[in-house]
């Protein structure tokens, strides 16, 4: 059984940062890579990174290339997401997600719970 948790979403002022986390255990079962993407209300899950196990080279949306960083630590079993220079259009529930190397969400077969992240004016 494979279980993502995400933690380090908060409040944040535009221009700030933040580093989210997502803890994987059952890690022996995920193959391929991660993925963090977010949602707004009202709105279809958004691709914002992905990385693959192997550490090949990751892939970000457009509008985070740049500014986010995915990476991942084999040993701990933990994806992150480098989040600096923030908008308020980033404000958005943050979800990490495997066990794939894609942009459709409905590739990913688990999901954590999500973690809140606002980003003020």
């Known amino acids: 059984q494979v279980q993502l948790v995400e933690s380090g979403g908060g409040l944040v002022q535009a221009g700030g940062s933040l580093r989210l986390s997502c803890a994987a255990s059952?890690?022996?079962?995920?193959?391929?890579?991660m993925g963090w993407f977010r949602q707004t209300p009202g709105k279809e899950r958004e691709f914002v990174a992905a990385c693959t196990w192997s550490a090949s080279t990751p892939y970000y949306s457009d509008s985070v290339k740049g500014r986010f960083t995915i990476s991942m630590d084999n040993a701990k079993n933990m994806v992150y997401l480098q989040m600096n220079s923030l908008k308020p259009e980033d404000t958005a529930v943050y979800y990490c997600?495997?066990?794939?190397?894609?942009?459709?969400?409905?590739?990913?077969?688990?999901w954590g719970q999500g973690t809140q992240v606002t980003v003020s004016s």
């Open positions: 997600a495997a066990d794939n190397f894609a942009t459709r969400s409905m590739l990913y077969a688990y």
């Open positions: 059952g890690r022996t079962l995920l193959r391929y890579g």
